[in-house]
Nanobody, 121 residues
Framework: QVQLVESGGGLVQPGGSLRLSCAAS????????MGWYRQAPGKQRELVTR???????TYADSVKGRFTISRDNAKNTMFLQLNSLKPEDTALYYC???????????????WGQGTQVTVSS
């Protein structure tokens, strides 16, 4: 069993920055890919960025150059640095991880509860 907990969201003015974190806890697991998704009111959840266990990253075009994903494998923690924030970045941001249960060798996707990012003047 794995739990993902996001933190770091908040209210920020356009052009501001936030740093989100996602901490994974549990036992007997290995995290492969991790990523951040977001869902704005009335819209579908969309992929923001993802990172492999080796550190390779992918970004949605809308956030390239502004957001940076990173992870600390030793601490099972992932981060998202959000810079130059725009009102359209306002959304509930979710942490996602592809987890291998080492006890059963079964993999599955886990989601956090989300952390709210609001960009408004």
């Amino acid at each position: 069993q794995v739990q993902l907990v996001e933190s770091g969201g908040g209210l920020v003015q356009p052009g501001g920055s936030l740093r989100l974190s996602c901490a994974a806890s549990g036992s007997s697991f290995r995290i492969n890919g991790m990523g951040w998704y977001r869902q704005a009111p009335g819209k579908q959840r969309e992929l923001v960025t993802r990172i492999t266990s080796a550190g390779s990253t992918t970004y949605a075009d809308s956030v390239k150059g502004r957001f940076t994903i990173s992870r600390d494998n030793a601490k099972n923690t992932m981060f998202l640095q959000l810079n130059s924030l725009k009102p359209e970045d306002t959304a509930l941001y979710y942490c996602n991880a592809q987890v291998l249960d080492l006890a059963t060798m079964i993999g599955r996707s886990f989601w956090g509860q989300g952390t709210q990012v609001t960009v408004s003047s």
